[in-house]
């Protein structure tokens, strides 16, 4: 092989080489969370997903990457203007997501700026409807406003807004400083308020307890007295059966004792006998006074009664004496 024929092969194979590296470097390959928008001799081709993907040489480029991922965007605080024209600064968050690649990538020449802008205006839009205290409490009507605002302007873009949240509302010096003090007073008035309302249940709770106690100790008075009254019931109750019994051994002594003078023969005509003849032996004495009690035969009858119990019994004692 000549030196020309040499030549002519390594030039032959360097080219191939050449070619061979170039064609490599025109493979794509495309991840799950990326698009690619592809232009050919500068106009809009395909949009490739997923997968190994090849450019033709010379004519097909890689104009756009766009991530499919949900992207925050953090924007700087913005100043606004209240509707009881009060400045404040508003710091916004913005969750969006890209639906459509070309639109995105054709549709507004820096997606991020255009947002951010929009989302200014929209915010001074929104806040400028608003006085100061509105503002502080209804975050939730402001994200929900701004969000259907923004969604609905940049779907042209190939963009779909999913959230938008206020991060950070900072009123004037003065009106912090007013809002502190406020709040401060706020907060010890409610002190006061539930420092009042445990002094008033302490209260009502002592009452309550005394109330018991006494009605407590009222009761048991009551039932001690009821005992009381029950025991000397009773008591009364044990006399006069006491003396029941009492009087109907009374009556039982003189039934018998009446019976027995009844088996001895006696008769009223002779108790009455006995009796003026008791009196009789009673007025022989030397006294020069003599009470009659006004129950005279009974007295005389007793008198008799006993001289005759007497002498029967001396009667029947035997006779020792000759």
Do not use: C
Not at 81 to 101: C, E, G
Request: hydrophobic share 40%; net charge neutral.
């Amino acid at each position: 092989m000549t030196t020309g024929q040499v030549t002519a092969v390594v030039v032959v194979s360097i080219v191939v080489g050449i070619i061979l590296i170039y064609l490599i470097t025109r493979i794509r390959i495309v991840r799950q969370t990326s698009k690619y928008v592809v232009e050919r001799l500068g106009a809009f081709r395909a949009t490739w997903g997923v997968g190994v993907h090849f450019l033709a040489p010379f004519i097909d480029r890689v104009a756009y990457v766009v991530t499919m991922k949900e992207q925050v965007k953090d924007f700087d605080p913005q100043p606004v203007i209240t509707k009881d024209n009060v400045t404040m600064q508003i710091d916004t968050v913005v969750f969006f997501q890209v639906t459509d690649p070309k639109l995105y990538a054709y549709g507004v020449e820096n997606p991020l700026v255009a947002i951010e802008n929009l989302s200014a205006t929209t915010l001074r839009n929104i806040i400028g409807e608003l006085d100061l205290d509105e503002t502080l409490t209804s975050r939730d009507i402001i994200n929900t406003k701004m969000r259907s605002i923004l969604d609905e302007a940049t779907d042209p873009w190939g963009i779909k807004v999913n959230r938008v949240e206020v991060k950070n509302i900072l009123p004037p010096k003065d009106i912090r400083e007013s809002m502190e003090r406020q709040m401060r007073a706020e907060r010890e008035r409610r002190e006061k308020i539930l420092l009042a309302e445990g002094e008033k249940k302490s209260q009502i709770l002592l009452a309550e307890g005394q109330k018991e106690s006494q009605i407590l100790q009222a009761d048991a008075e009551k039932q001690a007295k009821i005992l009381q009254a029950e025991a000397q019931a009773e008591s009364i109750r044990k006399v006069k059966e006491a003396e029941a019994e009492g009087i109907r051994l009374v009556r039982q002594a003189e039934a018998e004792g009446l019976k027995a003078l009844a088996d001895a023969g006696v008769t009223p005509e002779v108790l009455t006998l006995r009796s003026y003849e008791a009196v009789k032996d009673l007025a022989n004495g030397n006294a020069t006074k003599i009470v009659v009690p006004s129950d005279l035969q009974n007295l005389a009858t007793l008198a008799t009664t006993v001289k005759d119990i007497t002498e029967t019994g001396e009667a029947k004692k035997p006779n020792t004496k000759k």
